[in-house]
T-cell receptor, first 108, second 113 residues
């Protein structure tokens, strides 16, 4: 089965604290994973892809095939990071399979 | 300015009526997708199309229909058979094969009254 699991519905941290949004996947084969973000009143947009190994807005995510995880991390959270975050897996048909999302709230 | 446009932004429908949501893109993308977004449910795939005049059912296609007569357009019809149509609907497009992922529209919020 192809599946993405985001175990936390809501994650609340204080400004300046580290943040880790968890994502686990189920996929037979070589996975391609993404993180999407949806800020309030904005459209869903790509944050980063595992194949590009980039850091966007201070966020990084490393694919761990042994643990089938693709957790999103940032060492120092900012208030403007407050948003809905979705982990996604490219399915065998090419379509993206999304997790249920985690709402990140960064408190001042 | 390239992008993907969904209209209308808000839509109200009476029970028993069909309603069609518009999705247009000028990105020259071959593939287009419809997702339904509900609180706590994430994004669930309704239908997708990888080429003109062809489309496939997603995970929750019952009560919905689509057409893909033009590359730029992928309208979604929510029929009276859809038991719980009130939701936020997102359209997306991508290259084939998908390169950098999807480009999303701004969504249509459908409310059944």
């Amino acid at each position: 089965a192809q599946r993405v699991t985001q175990p936390e519905k809501l994650l609340s941290v204080f400004k300046g604290a580290p943040v880790e949004l968890k994502c686990n996947y189920s996929y037979s084969g070589s996975p391609e994973l993404f993180w999407y973000v949806q800020y309030s009143r904005q459209r869903l947009q790509l944050l980063l892809r595992h194949i590009s190994r980039e850091s966007i807005k201070g966020f990084t995510a490393d694919l761990n095939k042994g643990e089938t995880s693709f957790h999103l991390k940032k060492p120092f959270a900012q208030e403007e990071d407050s948003a809905m975050y979705y982990c996604a897996l490219r399915g065998s048909q090419g379509n993206l399979i999304f997790g249920k999302g985690t709402k990140l709230s960064v408190k001042p | 300015d390239g992008g993907i446009t969904q209209s209308p932004k808000y839509l109200f429908r009476k029970e028993g009526q069909n309603v069609t949501l518009s999705c247009e893109q000028n990105l020259n993308h071959d593939a287009m997708y419809w997702y339904r977004q509900d609180p706590g449910q994430g994004l669930r795939l309704i239908y997708y199309s990888q080429i003109v005049n062809d489309f496939q059912k997603g995970d929750i296609a019952e009560g919905y229909s689509v057409s893909r007569e033009k590359k730029e357009s992928f309208p979604l019809t929510v029929t009276s058979a859809q038991k719980n149509p009130t939701a936020f609907y997102l359209c997306a497009s991508s290259t084939t094969p998908p390169g950098v992922g999807y480009t999303f529209g701004s969504g249509t919020r459908l409310t059944v009254v």
